[in-house]
T-cell receptor
Framework: AAGVIQSPRHLIKEKRETATLKCYPIPRHDTVYWYQQGPGQDPQFLIS???????DKGSIPDRFSAQQFSDYHSELNMSSLELGDSALYFC????????????FGQGTRLTVV | AQSVAQPEDQVNVAEGNPLTVKCTYSVSGNPYLFWYVQYPNRGLQFLLK??????LVKGSYGFEAEFNKSQTSFHLKKPSALVSDSALYFCAVKDSGGYNKLIFGAGTRLAVHP
């Protein structure tokens, strides 16, 4: 079965640089979520999209932005990177609804040096 | 606000013994509860969920969870632990507002010893 695809898997950037993370949700899933997981921490919700429109916003810094495109893939854009942005970034997709589970991608490990 | 708590940072169990990973919840309205497992440098894998119905929910890899409304708990269990079950386990609840994002607990590291 198709899963959530994230690219790249690993990314190394210098401080103040920009990074773009991509997510390809499971076909026919209408909702995409982005999470950030710091070392030894639980995943923190950043932002979500429902049918290509931003639906919810969490603790996402103003330096970050995201969008979902017509083909349903989503991109998380991160500018003016800081050392503290080093983390695992997960994308998840689901069919909208409280009883539906979200399926997660393998994540992108971002290291800012 | 919806939240879950995992009171144990780590659980140690011998292979072949039963295991329990604890989770308590605080929700307004009906709870929609989930368990996920995370292996090193991997994404989160869905194990099971409670929506309604039977209090004992069966999931993947032989795991099950018991929903207890009076104790507001949703503990993850397995009758016989395997070394390969060693991983990080997250309990989660669906947000009641917005577009149903998952809110995670802090996670519990399960270590199964041979």
């Amino acid at each position: 079965a198709a899963g959530v695809i994230q690219s790249p898997r690993h990314l190394i950037k210098e401080k103040r640089e920009t990074a773009t993370l991509k997510c390809y949700p499971i076909p026919r899933h209408d909702t995409v979520y982005w999470y950030q997981q710091g070392p030894g921490q639980d995943p923190q919700f950043l932002i979500s999209f429902y049918e290509k429109m931003q639906s919810d916003k969490g603790s996402i810094p103003d330096r970050f932005s995201a969008q979902q495109f017509s083909d349903y893939h989503s991109e998380l854009n991160m500018s003016s990177l800081e050392l503290g942005d080093s983390a695992l970034y997960f994308c998840a997709s689901s069919v909208q609804g409280r009883g539906t589970e979200a399926f997660f991608g393998q994540g992108t490990r971002l290291t800012v040096v | 606000a919806q939240s879950v708590a995992q009171p144990e940072d780590q659980v140690n169990v011998a292979e072949g013994n039963p295991l329990t990973v604890k989770c308590t919840y605080s929700v307004s309205g009906n709870p929609y509860l989930f368990w996920y497992v995370q292996y090193p440098n991997r994404g989160l894998q869905f194990l099971l969920k409670y929506i309604t119905g039977d209090n004992l929910v069966k999931g993947s890899y032989g795991f099950e969870a018991e929903f207890n409304k009076s104790q507001t708990s949703f503990h993850l269990k397995k009758p016989s632990a395997l070394v390969s079950d060693s991983a990080l386990y997250f309990c989660a609840v669906k947000d009641s507002g917005g577009y149903n994002k998952l809110i995670f607990g802090a996670g519990t590291r399960l270590a199964v010893h041979p």
